[in-house]
């Protein structure tokens, strides 16, 4: 290997252990590799941002951009709210079945837009519903990430390393659905046996508890009906 060789997988090893060790935001890591990989040659404007085979894959860039403002505007009117506060009260305020629900949720939300903006969106009513029951939010919220990695594997447009694999492969969403959602399920069906046992603790019914969360109106979570249906 040349010297130029070396020294780009340097620059390379040492943005991926400051994203690895978040010392130094992701973004400014990545794009701050990318800056030195230019000043020392290891590729130009050409490769970088034109080329098919090495450069910026701009259809996942734009198909990005489109799911995160749906995301955008679907959580200005309180649609993610509205659907976790019906939620637990589906469950009848028993824990074991507001994670199974809240798991399902966010595995289906995060099959179809942007998986972290998801948990981000259902994260905060989480922590309400769980302040309501007077349990622990932390197990509900590890449920919802593993679930919303689990989920999103399932098409094409549920984790960006898919639609990487998709575009570069020339796999359609169909291809992803058809292999990937049957053994989702599954994992879905094993991984609520497992919280199930790992997180038994965080499972008190309390019949008082319950009834706050029946008293809810998730009606009154949705801030803008119009905007919600010009949305979806």
Same mark, same amino acid.
């Given at each position: ?16 252990? *400051? ?11 990545? *794009? !701050? ?10 590729? @130009? ?11 910026? @894959? ?30 637990a009260k589906r ?14 949720? &966010? %595995? ?14 259902? %994260? #905060?009513?989480?922590?309400?519903v769980c302040e ?22 399932? &098409?094409?447009? !549920? ?6 694999? !998709? ?7 169909? @291809? ?5 959602? #049957? ?25 008082t508890r319950a ?8 009606? @009154? ?12």
């Amino acid at each position: 290997m040349s010297g130029l060789a070396w020294t780009a997988v340097a620059v390379f090893t040492v943005a991926y252990v *400051l994203i690895a060790t978040e010392k130094i935001h992701r973004v400014a890591a990545a *794009l !701050g590799g990318a800056a030195v990989m230019f000043l020392i040659g290891a590729t @130009d404007t050409e490769h970088a941002f034109f080329s098919e085979r090495s450069g910026i @894959d701009w259809n996942v860039i734009f198909l990005l951009i489109g799911m995160m403002l749906i995301v955008a505007v679907l959580k200005r009117t309180g649609a993610f709210e509205y659907v976790a506060v019906w939620a637990a009260k589906r469950a009848q305020g028993r824990p074991f079945r507001v994670m199974v629900i809240l798991v399902l949720i &966010t %595995a289906v939300a995060s099959a179809a837009l942007d998986n972290v903006t998801t948990v981000l969106l259902i %994260a #905060p009513v989480t922590f309400l519903v769980c302040e309501r029951l007077d349990v622990p939010a932390v197990p509900f919220l590890i449920a919802e990430a593993m679930a919303s990695n689990i989920g999103g594997t399932s &098409t094409l447009v !549920g984790d960006p390393p898919n639609i990487i694999i !998709g575009s570069r492969g020339g796999l359609s969403y169909n @291809d992803f659905l058809i292999h990937l959602a #049957p053994l989702v399920v599954l994992l879905l069906v094993v991984f609520l046996g497992l919280c199930r046992v790992l997180f038994r603790r965080a499972f008190r019914y309390d019949p008082t508890r319950a009834a706050q969360i029946a008293a809810l109106r998730e009606g @009154d979570a949705i801030r803008d009906r119009r905007l919600l249906v010009l949305g979806l």
